[in-house]
């Protein structure tokens, strides 16, 4: 196969087009029954806005073809939880994973967002942010506080594992 071929090759397959980026995870966000659809659906728009930056990524799709629905769920499950996260996100080979979490409160959307290396759960950064609801921007929202989370301009002291809880 030539160049162009296995680019176009791994660009079907979801991988990204720099081979040398360690990859990221993306696993789908967690939240109740009746935003679970949409959150999930973020969860994969949120991997592909960071694959068309050049990011290698493995997006909820991928990952649950390797881990299967169950252990997908779980991982889901996982929300914003740092420990929990490294430990489902490790069978996927990733180097890091973004989770998150999407509720609804009163008149918005909350979403959590945390990105964590796996081999030390370390916590690189996170962010809350709260949206309106019904906003028609919520995929394109969550994308881009991701790629601030990955750029490192969002990690709140708190969210930084030495600083105080």
Do not use: I, N, W
């Amino acid at each position: 196969m030539t160049t162009p071929a296995l680019l176009a090759a791994a660009l079907l397959l979801g991988a990204a087009p720099d081979p040398a980026s360690p990859p990221l995870g993306v696993a789908p966000f967690g939240a109740a029954p009746q935003l679970s659809f949409s959150a999930r659906r973020a969860a994969e728009e949120v991997a592909r806005a960071l694959a068309s930056d050049g990011v290698a990524v493995l997006g909820p799709d991928r990952a649950e073809a390797r881990l299967g629905r169950e252990r997908t769920e779980l991982l889901a499950a996982c929300g914003a939880d740092a420990h929990c996260l490294a430990g489902a996100a490790a069978p996927l080979g990733v180097e890091r994973v973004l989770g998150g979490e999407l509720q609804q409160g009163e008149g918005r959307y909350r979403a959590r967002l945390v990105l964590v290396r796996v081999k030390d759960e370390r916590v690189l950064g996170s962010v809350e942010r709260d949206l309106p609801l019904g906003t028609k921007r919520l995929q394109a929202e969550l994308a881009e506080v991701a790629r601030r989370l990955l750029r490192g301009g969002e990690a709140p002291a708190a969210a930084r594992p030495d600083a105080p809880r």
